[in-house]
T-cell receptor, first 113, second 113 residues
Framework: DGGITQSPKYLFRKEGQNVTLSCEQN?????MYWYRQDPGQGLRLIYY???????QKGDIAEGYSVSREKKESFPLTVTSAQKNPTAFYLC????????????FGEGSWLTVV | QQQVKQSPQSLIVQKGGISIINCAYE??????FPWYQQFPGKGPALLIA?????SEKKEGRFTISFNKSAKQFSLHIMDSQPGDSATYFC????????????FGEGTQLTVNP
């Protein structure tokens, strides 16, 4: 089945560690996104990429980094510079051919311990 | 800058009742207005979307009403069911390649049996 796969579902990070969240899609979508969701709040855009080897900062990019070496993959690294990383992280993708419908993965929970 | 304002933040409705969630936007260039439904621990999924050339769109029990002059749109859930209990997000964007979706802050809907 086509879709967006995020892993791991749950991740614990110690203070000072970098962690990487994986996002893979087999929908042949052009653009990919990373959102952060805090309890009771909406979706805030971290980074997005419209084509391979190109990405742009979203509204809350500080403390995060991404890469887009393949069309199917858009990993997010939460660095130690991110002071409050505990949140639910959502990866998404969109195909411009099918309009602006954005498809989300199942999300990854990151907790700092 | 918050470009899409959503209300109420939470909503409790009895089974069989009508749930109404409202959104207002600022950017008159927006021309695509989707609603997303999110269950706990899951990624949001597209529920229904509207473009400004129509004032209303209905899919089953879900209806979007759109008021271009007031820059407002709303989601109506008729005959609300306990299974509709979820968080609902409105969003807006320009329906062009490369555009970004701007999300509202979400409404947590609870439908009591």
């Amino acid at each position: 089945d086509g879709g967006i796969t995020q892993s791991p579902k749950y991740l614990f990070r110690k203070e000072g560690q970098n962690v990487t969240l994986s996002c893979e899609q087999n929908l042949n979508h052009d653009a990919m996104y990373w959102y952060r969701q805090d309890p009771g709040q909406g979706l805030r855009l971290i980074y997005y990429s419209q084509i391979v080897n190109d990405f742009q900062k979203g509204d809350i990019a500080e403390g995060y980094s991404v890469s887009r070496e393949k069309k199917e993959s858009f990993p997010l690294t939460v660095t130690s510079a991110q002071k409050n990383p505990t949140a639910f992280y959502l990866c998404a993708s969109i195909s411009w051919i099918s309009g602006n419908t954005i498809y989300f993965g199942e999300g990854s929970w990151l907790t700092v311990v | 800058q918050q470009q899409v304002k959503q209300s109420p933040q939470s909503l409790i409705v009895q089974k069989g009742g009508i749930s109404i969630i409202n959104c207002a936007y600022e950017n008159t260039a927006f021309d695509y207005f989707p609603w997303y439904q999110q269950f706990p621990g899951k990624g949001p999924a597209l529920l229904i979307a509207i473009r400004p050339d129509v004032s209303e769109k209905k899919e089953g029990r879900f209806t979007i009403s759109f008021n271009k002059s007031a820059k407002q749109f709303s989601l109506h859930i008729m005959d609300s069911q306990p299974g509709d209990s979820a968080t609902y997000f409105c969003a807006a964007s320009k329906e062009t390649s490369g555009s970004r979706l701007t999300f509202g802050e979400g409404t947590q809907l609870t439908v009591n049996p």
